[in-house]
C-alpha cells in the first residue's frame, strides 16, 4: 500500500482538488483507494459530497481513540472515506502525549488499499505532522506563483525534520504544477526554476487552470463526473498515469 500526503503549507494551490481528483482516477484505473481528510476545513470531505458539519462522527472521533476507523468509513462509489470535521481543529489542545502518532496508531492495521492519499491542512500543525508521521511519500502541489514557490522551502524543512525525529521513511517524491496557463511569463519561469533548483521531483504533467476544476467541489463531484471531457479530467488523468509509473 503506497501512502500518499498531499501537502503544501500555502492555501489555494490545488492541494484538495488533486487529492480528490488522483484519487478518484486511480479508483477508475482499478486501484483500490482511500481518502483520508484530515483538514479542519473538511474540504475533500466537501468535495466528495459529504457535509461534514452533519456528521455525527469523524477522523477526529478516530484519533482521540474512541472509536475505530471502520466505524466512520464512507464507501463512495467504491471509493472510501474517512471524513473530517470541523472538531479537528481542537486536536492541539487535547491532553494526549505523543500526539504525533495519534493517526499511526489509529491506522497500524490499515491494509486493505492499493492507494492511501491523505489531505493535509494548509498549515504545519499536529493535524499535518500526524499525515506526514504516517505517509511514506509526500506530494507538494504548486501553484507556479512567485510567492507559492518560496514557500515551498518551508514544507521541505518540515519534512527533513520528520524525517530525523518522527518518519525515516518520508520523502518528498513528487511536485504537481497547478493553475498553469503557458501564455503567463511567471507560469514558464516558476516551472524552469522548479526544474533547475529540484531537479527530478517535478511532474511532467502539468495542470492547466480549468474552470470547471474550480465549479466540481460546489456539486460533490469529482472532475470526472462533473466534466470528464475538460482539461482538468485529461490533466489529472495523465497526472494519475504517471504516478503509477513512478509508483511501479
Do not use: C
Given at each position: 500500500?503506497?501512502?500518499?500526503?498531499?501537502?503544501?503549507?500555502?492555501?489555494?494551490?490545488?492541494?484538495?482538488?488533486?487529492?480528490?481528483?488522483?484519487?478518484?482516477?486511480?479508483?477508475?484505473?482499478?486501484?483500490?483507494?482511500?481518502?483520508?481528510?484530515?483538514?479542519?476545513?473538511a474540504q475533500s470531505t466537501y468535495h466528495?459530497?459529504?457535509q461534514s458539519n452533519k456528521l455525527?462522527?469523524?477522523?477526529y472521533d478516530v484519533l482521540k481513540g474512541e472509536l475505530p476507523y471502520g466505524d466512520i468509513m464512507i464507501d463512495r462509489n467504491g471509493m472510501h472515506l474517512l471524513p473530517a470535521s470541523p472538531d479537528l481543529k481542537g486536536l492541539e489542545f487535547l491532553p494526549i502525549?505523543?500526539?504525533?502518532?495519534?493517526?499511526r496508531d489509529a491506522l497500524a492495521d490499515l491494509d486493505d488499499y492499493d492507494y492511501t492519499l491523505i489531505d493535509c491542512?494548509?498549515?504545519?500543525?499536529?493535524?499535518?505532522?500526524?499525515?506526514?508521521?504516517?505517509?511514506?511519500?509526500?506530494?507538494?502541489?504548486?501553484?507556479?506563483?512567485?510567492?507559492?514557490?518560496h514557500g515551498m522551502y518551508n514544507?521541505?524543512?518540515?519534512?527533513?525534520?520528520?524525517?530525523?525525529?518522527?518518519?525515516?521513511?518520508?520523502?518528498?517524491?513528487?511536485?504537481?504544477?497547478?493553475?498553469?496557463?503557458?501564455?503567463?511569463?511567471?507560469?514558464?519561469?516558476?516551472?524552469?526554476?522548479?526544474?533547475?533548483?529540484l531537479p527530478g521531483k517535478l511532474f511532467e504533467t502539468l495542470i492547466r487552470e480549468n474552470v470547471s476544476l474550480q465549479?466540481?467541489?460546489?456539486?460533490?463531484?469529482?472532475i470526472f463526473e462533473y466534466k470528464p471531457d475538460s482539461?482538468?479530467?485529461?490533466?489529472?488523468?495523465e497526472l494519475t498515469k504517471e504516478i503509477l509509473v513512478r509508483s511501479a
Open positions: 500500500m503506497k501512502i500518499i500526503a498531499i501537502s503544501n503549507n500555502k492555501g489555494g494551490v490545488g492541494k484538495t482538488t488533486s487529492t480528490v481528483n488522483i484519487a478518484a482516477a486511480l479508483q477508475i484505473l482499478g486501484k483500490k483507494v482511500l481518502v483520508i481528510d484530515m483538514d479542519h476545513q466528495l459530497g459529504v455525527k462522527r469523524s477522523i502525549p505523543a500526539k504525533e502518532f495519534l493517526l491542512p494548509p498549515s504545519l500543525g499536529v493535524l499535518t505532522l500526524n499525515a506526514l508521521t504516517f505517509a511514506q511519500e509526500i506530494y507538494v502541489p504548486l501553484q507556479v506563483q512567485f510567492l507559492p514557490f514544507l521541505f524543512e518540515a519534512a527533513e525534520m520528520v524525517k530525523k525525529r518522527l518518519n525515516k521513511s518520508i520523502e518528498i517524491t513528487g511536485i504537481i504544477a497547478t493553475m498553469y496557463n503557458a501564455n503567463k511569463t511567471i507560469n514558464r519561469e516558476v516551472l524552469e526554476e522548479t526544474k533547475k533548483r465549479e466540481a467541489p460546489s456539486w460533490g463531484k469529482t482539461s482538468g479530467a485529461i490533466d489529472y488523468m
